[in-house]
């Protein structure tokens, strides 16, 4: 992409997160052009039909009604058509097959590719940048990822999340496509510290909403914040990630807000354990909860590293059933005191 554009943006998942940056990306960034169009992908010809009569993503962001620029598509080859950015906001797990089956049609481009989902692979291990170079080489990865609530951001209340690619001015250039008067974007080099925060929050706003379930109080929630910042870092010392970065918006930032806030989903499926739900139950209310499909992974990833995970690895035995909510807080208790620090 360079900055002769063809102002046309795709999003690819039409989740409550792709519909606000597609919203989001329709405005133009700081350089808006008249001739701006974005296309919203979602695989159900119905949603389609139903976002293309009333302008409103009812299924998953209900209230907020589309920019008229906002094109919805069940078609991937019109999705894709001249895209110079792609804005990838599907589940982490869905990564892979989607940009599979996009290949025949961004064949010739090199649009880069903004991964906007939080997680790490299952099989491979490997995170979400990583599959991309992978499937579409020709195309850069970036990633977005923050404190940001896809309502809030719709609302246009106060945002500020961090965009990173491995080119300074190509991170510059897609931040300043999305950003907006309530929507701060920092940019990056640093792809893997991005992306792993992002991915790991998911895992220990879990332990903190089973924590708030089981009514264990202020206290402890702070302490597993600070203590499950403390395994961030070191995971992310392990994989590469810069120290500043996790101290940020993707890390530290998006920590807090997935640990504290009920209107997160991995923070909420916490609390619906902690209060004796079954997985199945609180997943079917809440929906996505990617810290669900991204424990075991992160967990393993940690493991072959040598990193030190207590909270993550409870969240996951936890989840896979291997221990009751009772016995893993019992085990973090009983750990034995040691020095503070990372
Ligand atoms: N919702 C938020 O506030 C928010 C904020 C930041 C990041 N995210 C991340 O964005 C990602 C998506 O979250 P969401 O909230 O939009 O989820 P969502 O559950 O609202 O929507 C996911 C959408 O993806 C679609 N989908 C699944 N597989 C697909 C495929 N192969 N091709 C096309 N579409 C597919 C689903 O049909 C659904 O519409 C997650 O990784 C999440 O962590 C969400
Ligand atoms: O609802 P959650 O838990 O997926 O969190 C959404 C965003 O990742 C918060 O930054």
């Not at 940048?129 to 195309?139: A, T």
């Amino acid at each position: 992409m360079t900055n002769g554009r063809s102002g046309r943006i795709a999003v690819f998942g039409a989740g409550a997160w792709g519909t606000a940056l597609a919203n989001l990306a329709a405005r133009g960034g700081r350089e808006p052009r008249a001739e701006t169009v974005v296309t919203l992908f979602a695989r159900d010809c119905d949603h389609v039909a139903e976002m293309q009569a009333t302008g409103v993503n009812a299924r998953r962001l209900p209230g907020v009604p589309l920019l008229s620029n906002v094109r919805p598509t069940s078609d991937l080859a019109e999705a894709a058509a001249d895209a110079d950015v792609i804005l990838a906001v599907v589940p982490a797990q869905a990564l892979r097959g989607l940009l599979e089956s996009l290949e025949p049609f961004v064949a010739g481009s090199k649009a880069p590719i903004v991964v906007c989902a939080k997680g790490i692979e299952h099989g491979t291990g490997h995170f979400l940048s990583e599959v991309v170079s992978e499937v579409l080489p020709d195309h850069p990865p970036a990633v977005l990822s923050g404190p940001s609530f896809a309502q809030d951001v719709a609302r246009g209340l106060p945002t500020a999340v961090a965009l990173a690619a491995a080119d300074a001015e190509l991170a510059a250039i897609l931040a300043g496509r999305l950003a907006g008067p309530g929507f701060r974007v920092y940019s990056s080099t640093d792809m893997r510290g991005v992306e792993l925060g992002g991915a790991a929050k998911n895992v220990l706003a879990v332990a903190n909403g089973v924590a708030a379930g089981r009514d264990l109080g202020a206290s402890a929630g702070a302490a597993l914040v600070a203590r499950g910042f403390a395994e961030l870092i070191r995971f992310g010392r392990a994989f590469g990630a810069e120290p500043a970065t996790l101290m940020g918006l993707s890390g530290l930032g998006d920590l807090v807000l997935t640990c504290t806030s009920a209107l997160s989903r991995n923070f909420s499926l916490g609390v619906a354990l902690g209060r004796g739900q079954t997985i199945a139950e609180a997943s079917a209310r809440i929906g996505l909860a990617e810290g669900l499909y991204t424990c075991g992974v992160l967990v393993d990833l940690a493991n072959a590293a040598g990193v030190d995970m207590p909270i993550a690895k409870a969240v996951d035995a936890v989840l896979a059933e291997r221990i009751t909510i009772d016995e893993a807080i019992a085990e973090l208790l009983a750990r034995p005191s040691k020095a503070e620090g990372v």
